[in-house]
């Protein structure tokens, strides 16, 4: 009876053993019983056995999972370089045209040319003319209000010693003297600054069209759409669809002379401070 007493005391405290978990007297305990009892020590390597079996079970589980987890991850690492390297080629090219075109518009000629802009909508029509020539210029604009059929004219004059600008709506006449300083540039949609080009090419789709036997690019930037001159990188037209507005640009070079740049005529205007 105490063998048996033994035999079920010493196989209860066996998972213990085998996983380390008994003190030192119960194993010294353990040890003599098994070295005695034949049973106990066919039990131990039976438990021995089993653990080993589940041991090698799990790791074989934990193999598999990996490997899927692995697979899983190479590929959604893989897709996420195709559209990192995508992204970057299609952002990459949409830059590459817009800093091209602002380095062939700082390249045409400013020091001789005339610039038309003309803007209309429903509401309203404006007219601007510019005469561009060593460093000087004249601006004559005229705005047409079609909702209530009114006119005002603008004209601006710029030297090195001078600048005026001269306003006329209906029977008034103003006259603002040395407030204006800076030069009109051709317009251009673009900038030379790389990281400008890379921001705008984030929000603006760009393809290449043709407009009136020009080709140019059409940059859309959600309800605006630019068109550039591919030859010379200036803007020919702009359309604001929410404003309902287009503007065109027209230039002419080499074509402006002295007589065209005259100080403009300011008797009977009235001097604003």
Known sequence: MKEKRDCKIVQDLLPNYIEKLTNEETNKYITEHLNECKDCKKVLKEMQNDIRLDEAERDKKEVNYIKKFNIKFKLIRNILIIIVVL?????????????????????????????KVTSYSSEVANSSEYYIKDEKYIGKMVRHDLSENT???????????????????????????????????????????????????????????????????????????????????????????????????????????????VRPDTSGYELEI
């Open 151 to 261: 006119f005002f004219k603008i004209t601006t004059y710029h030297t090195d010693e001078e600048s005026l600008q001269l306003t006329e709506f209906g029977d008034r006449k103003v006259i603002l003297s040395n407030k204006l300083d800076a030069m009109i540039s051709p317009i251009s949609f673009t900038s030379k600054n790389f990281f400008i080009n890379f921001c705008i090419a984030l929000s603006t789709s760009i393809d290449k069209v043709n407009l009136a036997g020009r080709e140019c690019y059409i940059i859309k930037d959600g309800n605006t759409q630019k068109f550039i001159d591919i030859d010379t990188g200036l803007a020919i037209k702009m359309i604001d669809i929410e404003n309902n507005m287009t503007v065109d640009y027209h230039y002419e070079y080499g074509v402006v002379k002295d007589s065209d740049i």
């Open 87 to 115: 992204f970057i080629i299609f952002v990459g090219r949409k830059t590459f045209i817009l800093t091209n075109m602002a380095n062939k518009a700082s390249k045409i000629e400013q020091d001789n040319y005339y610039l």
